[in-house]
């Protein structure tokens, strides 16, 4: 029997033979599970009609704002889109068959165009259409914002392609209005690993969402949005930092993991307390906060702690839900810092950091409440109302041991603990002091008492310190 070798073929071994097969196996579920790239053989009769003339270089139209407003299509481009089996027509409702490039129809703005569109986008993308309406640009639009972005702002109707292509980290729309965090972010450890490793690292929509954007001051949401990662990070800090849960609240991420970022102190309004609190936030058309915070601080110097009270008292007495308090939160101070991420090897994990006077963190302070938009409008606070007794009601919930000391408690905190050392040093005193004439006194007594009774005195036995009625001294 000749062998393998012998024969001049290489006999594959059961094991080999299934790891190549499960290979295969899941190139293949690879490439049939990728959205596979469609082409303008694709396309309808009536869109390759339409783009007959819509694939022209150099087609354009004149708006009445001054723009010009491209109407080119790439044929290949929309071939390969989202959007191929979509006709023209189907978001294009407006336009007439018959009489479309006959007649002269006006545009003011590139602006009022995409807003006439966006109701097209509406039919199909329901879902996402609602999330987007619950969005701070949403809501920015709503407010009168001529810049807020709408969906053809980051997806292209023609050209769009399915998430799941990685697309290049420089066609990330959310770079368009947000340049400087979007620099930021790419030279930090999430942006340098996204270049790196492709999808491996978050891109701003795994943090931020992609149409349900909210600002990013709001509750817990960014922090929320990190832990979705970093599922084990509440454990790993338990086994070296105190308090970590504590901790977790009160401190945003980048304040220990952007260690060349500025700090404050965030004190934000919320109404309620326990489960049902909620970060309260300003009525669209009744400017409160601004009202309230510019005649507590016409000079605009920062709210003092008594300023910083009475406005407390002001919101309470508004009729909330609930009880209007103060919740601090240590943070960075720009959206551009809290997109300078370190390596873990670098983050800050000195405690003296912030646990000692004058801490650097601790040096600025600030009040905000939510805008209608849901975004932070913010009035300065004076640095002294965290070492300030008449702040212990205001902001109670905001202490850190070593830093935001009240030296008036210090104060009456070491008279208390001098009074119960001296108290009982001065009776002893007193009592040594005193001593002798107790002596002789209790002799005196002893000897009348004996002059009178006829008997000899009593003499106290060694160690013997009872008066002389047996009654310990």
Known sequence: MKSACNTGQVALLPRTRQLILAGLASLAIFVLGAPA???????????????????????????????????????????????????CEDCHTDIDAKTHGKEKTVTKSKREFATSMRESCRDCHKQKFKEYDDSVHAALIKGGNKKAPMCADCHNPHTVRSWKIPAPIADTPCANCHGDIFKAYSKDVHGLERVAKGKAAPLCADCHKAHNVKAASLGAGIKDACLTCHKNAVKEHQDWLPKSELHFESISCPVCHAPDAQRRVNLRLYDGEGAKHHQLSEKSGVPLFEKRTHAADAKNAGLDERALWSLLKEFNQDGGEGKTVLR??????????????????????????????GAEPFQSVTLTIAGPDGRPLRHGVQKEVLNSLLSVESIRGFYVIGSTRIKLLDTLLIMVLLGSIAGPLAHMTVKRLFKGFRERRAAEINAAVSAATGQHPVQPLPGDHSDRDGKPE
């Open 328 to 357: 601090g939160r240590l943070e960075v101070k720009s959206g551009v810092e809290a997109h300078q991420l370190s390596e873990k090897s670098k983050a800050i994990k000195d405690c003296k950091f912030c646990h000692q006077a």
């Open 37 to 87: 790239p469609a082409s303008a053989g694709d396309l309808s009769k009536e869109s390759e009609s339409c783009l007959k003339c819509h694939d022209k270089v150099g087609l354009e139209k004149k708006l009445e704002s001054g723009e010009t407003l491209s109407l080119q299509i790439s044929t290949k481009a929309y071939g390969e889109s989202m959007h191929n089996e979509t006709n």
